[in-house]
């Protein structure tokens, strides 16, 4: 069994910064590729960032040059960190793991965290 846990959301005025973090465990012999949904109030679920084991990186426009997304492969670790926040990030923020391979060879392949609140504003 593979379990996402993140850490890191809050409240931060606007123009401020978060980091989230997202830590993979279980039996996990390799992750294709980590990332940063988010699901704004009445909204559909988005793709913010993401990242490929080989360090190829993926933005979402509306987070281009304020958001940076990295990754540790040995520890299945992904971060996000978030720069000049705006009213508009406000939103759940989901950790995802795509392409996950297990010991075992069984399994899902894909596996999503718990959700972090972030809110921005004043």
């Known amino acids: 069994q593979v379990q996402l846990v993140e850490s890191g959301g809050g409240l931060v005025q606007p123009g401020g910064s978060l980091r989230l973090s997202c830590a993979a465990s279980?039996?996990?012999?390799?992750?294709?590729?980590m990332g940063w949904y988010r699901q704004g109030t009445g909204k559909q679920r988005e793709l913010v960032a993401r990242?490929?084991?080989?360090?190829?990186?993926d933005y979402a426009d509306s987070v281009k040059g304020r958001f940076t997304i990295s990754r540790d492969n040995a520890k299945n670790t992904v971060w996000l960190q978030m720069n000049s926040l705006k009213p508009e990030d406000t939103a759940v923020y989901y950790c995802?793991?795509?392409?996950?391979?297990?010991?075992?060879?069984?399994?899902?392949?894909?596996?999503w965290g718990q959700g972090a609140q972030v809110t921005v504003s004043s």
């Open positions: 995802n793991a795509d392409g996950v391979r297990t010991t075992s060879l069984l399994g899902p392949s894909e596996y």
């Open positions: 279980g039996s996990i012999f390799s992750i294709y590729a």
């Open positions: 990242i490929f084991k080989s360090g190829v990186t």
